[in-house]
């Protein structure tokens, strides 16, 4: 992935270098000059990173360096805020007693010991740039203007997902027909839908799953997201909980969860979506999960599966498989058009007739048609279409990542923001529902969005939050019921599909879970933003956090902050 979220890192940081309260505090110690320096250097390099992006593409040493330059950028940006942070704390001083300034001046926040360790982390910082300034100077890259900025458009939350739903009816009836047709069997029988990611088997899950002769036939059914957790234990006690609506507070011992499984489905007529299956052990299925799954419910119960694998398809299958085909290509029109003419763009003769173009190179992938329709319904100009309808994005559709080239040209053309929030989001787990209000918190707390015009940070945040939706990089968006202690409120949450998911991680810079980090699939001194699951113990004395200087978000459940010290002394940003 050659955009490596290093543009606006690099405006951040040479924005900070700029700044008043910077300024002042770098004078007053006598190393501004260093600063100017820095900011310079940031400025230089900000001018020719569209062309390192573009020729990254074909160029590992490019590519290198930008990922070099990135982490350095981080740090540049760590020690500036270190200057803003000492100016805050001197402004919070003002009435302090005389005893307690004097003590000041022995202890770590002695303004001589501040002095020598910022110019030291300042000098530092400065000549790592310089030495890959000289770098770049070697790669020939030639100054260009960085693309517009996106202009920011009034968005609402009134979203119609059934209406983006095309050529899925003929799909829907006949697997309605063959869930409602196993009445008569007294085994449990098990049907999955299968094909490439980005085709819409959840979509189609959902619609079978919420169709009122499915809720009338079936005296329970459950929903269980599995992804890539296909462990016994975790299945079982979710559909537990589902069948209860309650929480399963039995330890992970196979037996008492099978007991408890009998009991609360016993012989109901159940359907079971288990969405998203990834595993490919003949084992965990036939040995683990099947005996304990097909073990209870009554006569007509069904398991649907949704997965990308036939293998898989083929493993757990007992009725007969689904594949699901791409849309034909009159369907696939209809859901791109709508898309991309919308919010101004009118639907022209010209535009039409390259939409169709850009249409078929999506090879009828929903999740493809939706990226691209939302990405032109920002583009007013023929030659900007047509500039997207040259270009190779359904070339290499086909394998594991179908859809990744047209995924990433979505993603570079958003703006830097947007970019920045929407990477961000890889610091949670796969499936993970988020809060949009505590989502756009974080962004704010983070720096990643600005304030433009008469819009504050909170309305930049909303649109940049309905935009990412609205694009499909930020999907599922529904209206939740919250209760906190006696009152009740609502609160709008969302996901990200998968396959979303993994291009947040390739362009996120330490965003990590605690697992990520435990099983070492993450460096530890490069780690910026960690989610740890609710579900996670975190041990006494782990030292988990050793190590970890860098770290500027911590997501955390409230029933671990009291293992959480170690983190704080550790980590100062």
Known sequence: MADLLLLPVVRTAAGKAADAVVRRMTGMWGIDDDRLKLERQLLAVQCKLADAEIKSETNQYIRRWMKDFRTVAYEANDVLDGFQYEALRREARIGESKTRKVLNQFTSRSPLLFRLTMSRDLNNVLEKINNLVEEMNKFGLVEHAEP??????????????SADIFGRDDDKGVVLKLLL???????????????????????????????????Q??????????SENFEAVAVVKSIIELATKGRCELPDTVELLRVRLQEVI????????????????????????????????????VILVTCRSRQVASIMGTVGLHELPCLREDDSWEL???????????EQAELVTIGKRIAKKCRGLPLALKIMGGLMSSKQQVQEWEAIAESNIGDNIGGKYEILPILKLSYRHLSAEMKQCFAFCAVFAKDYEMEKDILIQLWMANGFIQEEGTMDLAQKGEYIFYDLVWRSFLQDVKVNLRRFIATSYESIGCKMHDLMHDLAKDVAHGCVTIEELIQQKASIQHVRHMWIDAQYELKPNSRVFKG??????????????KDLMECYITCKH
């Open 148 to 161: 517009p900025q996106l202009i920011c458009r009034q968005t609402h939350s009134g979203l119609d997902d």
């Open 266 to 301: 016993g012989q109901k007529r159940y359907m079971l979506v288990l969405d998203d299956v990834w595993n490919e052990e003949v084992r965990k299925w036939e040995d683990e999960l099947k005996p304990l799954l097909c073990s209870v419910g009554g006569p007509g119960s």
């Open 548 to 561: 970890m200087t860098s770290l500027h978000t911590l997501l955390a459940p409230s029933k671990s902050h």
């Open 217 to 226: 036939h079936f005296q329970l059914t459950m929903w269980h997201c599995v």
């Open 181 to 215: 047709g196993q009445h008569n069997q007294r085994k449990v029988q098990v049907l999955p839908i299968f094909g490439m990611g980005g085709l819409g088997k959840t979509t189609l899950a959902k619609m079978v799953y919420n169709n009122h002769r499915v809720q």
């Open 336 to 346: 791109f058009s709508k898309k991309a003419f919308s919010r101004g763009v009118e």
